[in-house]
């Protein structure tokens, strides 16, 4: 069965600490995604990969980053954490090009205080 | 840009009852999926379609193409279908567009 997983479910940080949020998808999936969910606004995109070492800005980039070093692996950071970086995070992974289904890891609810 | 909209944003059914979501999008997709959320925040691929219509279990999806209109329709409701679901479009590409979530509630 197809595996996504993320480092917490639940993480507290204090503004200007440097976060690491990190994503382990089981599948060899080449296409690796970063979203946050904020009430009212839905899911939004932040980054995403489709390759290793490879990475494209989402829509709402500013303020974090990723790191894709092996094909199972995709961290995003925040450099200086601020409190509107409160947020759902959700990782996600799909296979190549084309018409797949995308597979959420479980969410990490982050609190910035 | 593609806008995605849903309708209703809150639903509340009674158990056994037919339940109809609704999404139009504005410019033309390759493909459209249907995503399912629990409260504590996993999302579930429910279906994904690039026409016609699709089936499971109690579930159906279908889609407009021409009129850019999908609906997810959950037949005999039970209050285990609470959740929000969230259709998202596929354009050429890797990136999904969102819709801003029904939030269903089935009571018993």
């Known amino acids: 069965d197809v595996k996504v997983t993320q480092s917490s479910r639940y993480l507290v940080k204090r503004t200007g600490e440097k976060v690491f949020l990190e994503c382990v998808q089981d599948?060899?999936?080449?296409?690796m995604f970063w979203y946050r969910q904020d009430p009212g606004l839905g899911l939004r995109l932040i980054y995403f990969?489709?390759?290793?070492?490879?990475?494209e800005k989402g829509d709402i980039p500013e303020g974090y980053s990723v790191s894709r070093e092996k094909k199972e692996r995709f961290s995003l950071i925040l450099e200086s954490a601020s409190t509107n970086q409160t947020s759902m995070y959700l990782c996600?992974?799909?296979?190549?090009?084309?018409?797949?289904?995308?597979?959420f890891g479980p969410g990490t609810r982050l609190t910035v205080t | 840009k593609n806008e995605v909209e849903q309708s209703p944003q809150n639903l509340t059914a009674q158990e056994g009852e037919f339940i109809t979501i609704n999404c139009s999008y504005s410019?033309?997709?390759?493909?459209l999926h249907w995503l399912q959320q629990h409260p504590g925040g996993g999302i579930v691929s429910l279906f994904m379609?690039?026409?016609g219509k699709k089936k499971h279990g109690r579930l159906i999806a279908t889609i407009n193409i021409q009129e850019k209109h999908s609906s997810l329709h959950i037949t005999a409701s039970h209050p285990r279908d609470s959740a929000v679901y969230i259709c998202?479009?596929?354009?050429?590409?890797?990136?999904?567009?969102f819709g801003g979530g029904t939030r269903v509630l089935v009571k018993p």
């Open positions: 379609l690039s026409s």
């Open positions: 998202a479009t596929q354009a050429a590409g890797n990136k999904l567009t």
């Open positions: 996600a992974a799909r296979v190549g090009q084309g018409h797949y289904e995308q597979y």
């Open positions: 599948m060899d999936h080449e296409n």
């Open positions: 410019v033309g997709i390759s493909a």
């Open positions: 990969s489709y390759d290793v070492k490879m990475k």
